[in-house]
């Protein structure tokens, strides 16, 4: 059985984290997912992955911990994630203590979706080379379990370095919270098994399947699950994907996949705008309840 979730652009112009999450408990749905940009330069260099324009909710969004936070005060049972929190933007010191304080007051509710980023002229901004990206996300993970998970962490790597730390609260959620890689790539799988807990990709439309580039999610879950074996990995891989659309026959198609938790999109709209929708999202998940 798959759990449902949505996701959105926290933007300051959409409908506000609050009623939304709300909205989300009262319809049975077990996570809400916000997105991260911290800025967007105006230079606007790097092209944007989804096409030729930036839709303006990448430099109109909260900051993700902000927005989980408040939907957190007044939620009890619905899950928290970031979609994706950027982890090559923030201090692992800062962010390490961001999620086990969310992690503390949500009683174990958060789950960490992260990526290196698309924009290098955004990451450079927070002195982060876009060449290195991948090798800060990863020592910065390792870091931030450390700092989880013991009394006077350390860490010793090439772009990441402290002597011991304390650092309190830990997170409720033991080891802290499953940290799932929002990427695609050929590299992304042995990631998953290195330093994540789980696969995140974003959701392509079927018609699709055969453009250049196209993910092929059933090889992704099954390179995970080797890498994740080959790495001596306990447990199962977690297996989300977002961004989904009121389609009842592909979410169908995605169980069928192997994905455990299917995170339909919104658009950074009003309630008149995004209320229906979850409706109609609401109506597919718990026809498969």
Avoid at 140 to 161: F, K, L, N, S
Avoid at 276 to 281: F, G, M, S
């Amino acid at each position: 059985m798959a759990d449902f979730g949505a996701l959105i652009f926290p933007t300051d112009y959409a409908i506000q984290p609050v009623p939304l999450a709300q909205a989300l408990e009262e319809r049975g749905f077990e996570s809400l997912f916000v997105s991260e940009h911290t800025h967007i330069p105006a230079s606007r260099v790097s092209p944007w992955p989804g096409g030729a324009e930036l839709p303006q909710e990448y430099w109109h969004c909260h900051d993700p911990f902000v927005a989980l936070t408040a939907a957190a005060a007044v939620t009890e049972k619905l899950k928290l994630g970031t979609g994706i929190a950027l982890v090559t933007e923030r201090d692992p010191l800062l962010m390490a203590k961001l999620v086990a304080s969310l992690d503390t007051v949500s009683k174990g509710r958060l789950l960490l979706g992260i990526g290196a980023g698309w924009n290098a002229e955004e990451m450079a901004n927070h002195g982060v080379s876009f060449e290195s990206r991948w090798k800060v996300t990863r020592e910065r993970v390792q870091a931030m379990r450390a700092i989880w998970t013991e009394e006077a962490a350390e860490y010793h790597g090439e772009y990441v370095d402290f002597d011991p730390v304390w650092s309190y609260p830990k997170p409720v959620q033991p080891g802290g919270p499953k940290v799932l890689l929002g990427a695609s790539s050929k590299y992304a799988f042995a990631r998953v098994a290195d330093y994540c807990d789980g696969w995140f990709p974003i959701h392509q439309d079927p018609k699709r399947a055969a453009a250049s580039g196209a993910v092929d999610y059933p090889a992704g879950i099954r390179a995970v699950r080797e890498a994740w074996a080959q790495a001596g990995r306990a447990g199962e891989p977690d297996f989300t994907i977002f961004g989904v659309g009121p389609n009842p026959e592909r979410v169908d198609q995605l169980i069928e996949m192997g994905f455990n938790r299917i995170v339909f999109g919104l658009p950074p709209a009003d309630a008149d705008t995004v209320l229906p929708l979850l409706d109609r999202y609401a109506a597919i998940a718990h026809d498969r309840a």
